[in-house]
């Protein structure tokens, strides 16, 4: 995988790229994260595959088929990978400020992406306003007026 962008994909990010929606990916999004899936690189934490479940459970997101097939194929895509989760992870996203904010799945996202030098892909705006010393680098495709309003409005 030399040479190659490890990029971790925030859950949103994931579910676009896996369902083609392009639209909301611009092309340097797209084409960076085609760059890291041809060399191996795209990470996938197991929250995302938690938070996928939930939506779907609560009706915030469909799928064309069951959550468990949809979760299969896209962790089997070659070149995407289950990030494995360990303690100094999830001690990072412990340690991160309270001003940093509290849903815990971004604060492992980040305390992760940080830890594996990983640049995250997101359009969480709380996660893109860190600035803090324990920030990842990360790539965010611009936002579309009404994905900002949704983001904005998460709980």
Known sequence: MSGTDVLLLDTHVWIWAMEGDTGRLDGEVSGRI??????????????????????????RLSLAGPVDQWVEEALSVPGVSLL??????ALGAARLPDSFPG??????????????????????????????????AILSPPLPPAVTARTEARP
């Open 84 to 89: 494995p989760v360990t303690a100094s992870m």
């Open 103 to 136: 849903d815990p799945v971004d604060r492992m996202l980040v305390s992760a992406a940080y830890l594996v030098g990983a640049t995250l892909v997101t359009c969480d705006r709380r996660i893109l306003a860190y600035r803090g010393p324990d920030a990842p």
């Open 34 to 59: 085609d760059g890291a899936v041809e060399g191996g690189g795209v990470r996938i934490h197991p929250l995302s595959v938690w938070e996928v479940g939930t939506l779907v459970r609560r009706g």
